[in-house]
């Protein structure tokens, strides 16, 4: 037995499994999307049939798109409905096998990997279907893990994804980029639902931790993708790239040792990822290019606001609140009104955060969010109404939320008669 | 020092749903595993079996009849086998009982090595 003592690339099969899926997509056509999951899940199996004996491979990638390349040729000497087209996609196969590609990006399969994403997110498909078909092919997640990170049945993200195919199938979808002039909205599409991934990952407020990190990340990945090829880049791209990676980079420091969830304001600033942050300036730096300015961009500077304050007492929430200004210009969301009453906490104090509070209240969006009389009751604590700051928290913990976040919400109602 | 050999019985539908993800992490325990065995110098060899079907020979009134299989009737289908070298059946079985091969369902099948016709 002889093991590559490197072992495994962190989630070299995921991201290795989307690009072969969107490699052999591109070969036999997007009609065939089952058949080419099911050639790539095979030689996902092969390899865990057979490197425990024989050790990893010294070019594990390598390897498996050669089995899957194999795969493929007996498919096609196999299944009678290749039978014209198979010369031609044997000579294709054999042609652009990414036999030699190592660990470093491989252009060709960039290429490949983009156009899944625009066929994933094809106006055709109702969004949730955009999101659950890009998780399954373009990130190799599983159908449990999708139903994990959505909260929602197996049964359900399975029907999505059969009907997703079906659609696809009789629109006959050219596996491609966009027409220029076609570009631009199909692009928001895409920004969109690597938008909702990374949301759905960092902000969601149930499901299973390792799945969310995992989508924070696949996310930071497919928007670097879309960043950084030339037919793709634009500044709305790179804003959600920062975005993505400034918001990620304080991922970490959000929960101490013990899984409590620790406030911006009382992070160990130390904790906060620099690899990511660089990354996150270094794609702001390049979202400033040309005059449009989109929601991603207002998300991302505020991000980036909040990483440049090198203590909590630094942070500039007067530049801070004009972004939220901004923002609830772009994107008048409930949601967004209700992030922006802590910048004006900040700024102007508890009673004019209170004041603007009032109206969301009545939001229907709001209704079941624990964040908002959680809030409400830090602001009630915080001029020193006891009695509603505790029903506020009280009424907080009667919504969902996950278990950190019931304990925050306990501990802020100890505070509370701690004090009184 | 006895000889015993690890048969790795599959249960191949246990993995059929697993991620991409999922499967390396599989792959990676299994590696880590045979790393600390080798390392302590008791993993002698390992081997994965082809892929079903074999053949099976058997000889019936002078005849020889080989026909393909065994197509197992169980979901089980041997995968592959280790040899270690361990003291006792129960040392055998201690080191095989870290083997990520028993999280997805599989089974493992430990028999000594008859070294005395050696």
Request: proline content about 5%; some cysteine; aromatic content about 6%.
């Amino acid at each position: 037995m002889t093991t590559d003592p490197k072992g495994l690339v962190d989630h070299l099969f995921r991201e290795r499994s989307g690009q072969m899926v969107a490699w052999l997509t591109r070969v036999f056509g997007a009609a065939y999307l089952d058949l080419v999951e099911e050639v790539v899940q095979d030689a996902l199996l092969k390899a865990l049939q057979q490197w425990p004996y024989s050790g990893v491979p010294s070019n594990p990638a390598g390897w498996l798109c050669q089995v899957a390349r194999n795969g493929a040729l007996d498919v096609l000497r196999r299944d009678s409905a290749f039978r014209s087209r198979a010369p031609a996609i044997a000579a294709e196969l054999t042609r652009s096998t990414p036999g030699t590609m190592n660990e470093s990006a491989d252009p060709v399969f960039e290429d490949d990997e983009l156009k899944m994403i625009f066929l994933c997110c094809h106006p055709a498909l109702p969004m949730d279907t955009r999101v659950a078909l890009s998780l399954k092919t373009v990130s190799g997640f599983s159908v449990q893990e999708i139903g994990r990170a959505f909260l929602t049945s197996d049964a359900t993200i399975a029907q999505r994804l059969v009907r997703a195919k079906r659609r696809l199938r009789e629109l006959d979808v050219p596996f491609d980029l966009p027409s220029a002039e076609d570009l631009s909205p199909r692009l928001d599409a895409v920004l969109e639902v690597i938008y909702l991934l990374f949301n759905e990952g960092y902000a969601s407020r149930g499901g299973d931790e390792l799945v969310r990190a995992d989508l924070c990340f696949e996310a930071l990945r497919l928007a670097r993708l879309v960043a950084r090829s030339a037919r793709t880049e634009s500044p709305a791209a790179h804003a959600l790239a920062a975005l993505i990676a400034l918001q990620a980079a304080r991922r970490r420091a959000r929960l101490d040792d013990r899984g409590e969830i620790v406030l911006l304001e009382e992070q160990d600033r130390s904790r906060w990822d620099a690899g990511l942050t660089a990354l996150g300036f270094a794609h702001l730096e390049r979202s400033a290019a040309g005059s449009v300015m989109t929601a991603y961009h207002v998300q991302a500077a505020i991000a980036a606001a909040h990483t440049s304050a090198s203590s909590p007492a630094d942070t500039p929430w007067r530049d801070i609140l004009r972004l939220y200004d901004d923002l609830a210009v772009l994107n008048p969301s409930p949601l967004v009104r209700l992030n922006r009453i802590v910048a004006v906490w900040k700024v102007h104090g508890s009673e004019a955060a209170l004041t603007d509070l009032r109206p969301l209240e009545a939001e229907p969006a709001l209704q079941s969010y624990y964040l908002l009389p959680a809030l409400k009751g830090r602001l009630l604590a915080s001029i020193g109404d006891q009695g509603a700051a505790r029903h506020a928290f009280e009424m907080a913990l009667a919504l969902p939320c996950s278990e950190p976040e019931q304990r925050f919400l306990e501990k802020q109602l100890k505070e509370l008669g701690a004090r009184s | 020092m006895p000889k015993y050999v690890l048969l790795l019985h599959d249960a191949p539908d246990s993995y059929s749903s697993l991620s991409p993800e999922q499967l390396q992490q599989v792959i990676q325990k299994y590696v880590a595993w045979g790393e600390t065995l080798r390392k302590t110098g008791v993993l002698q060899g390992g081997q994965k079996l082809a892929d079903e079907p074999g053949r099976i020979m058997r000889q019936k009134n002078g005849q020889m009849r080989v026909t393909d299989g065994p197509y197992s009737e169980t979901k089980e289908v041997l995968g592959g086998y280790y040899i270690v070298s361990a003291g006792s059946y129960e040392r055998a079985i201690d080191l095989a009982r870290d083997c990520p091969h028993f999280d997805y369902g599989g089974a493992i099948e430990v028999r000594e090595l008859d070294t005395m016709s050696q």
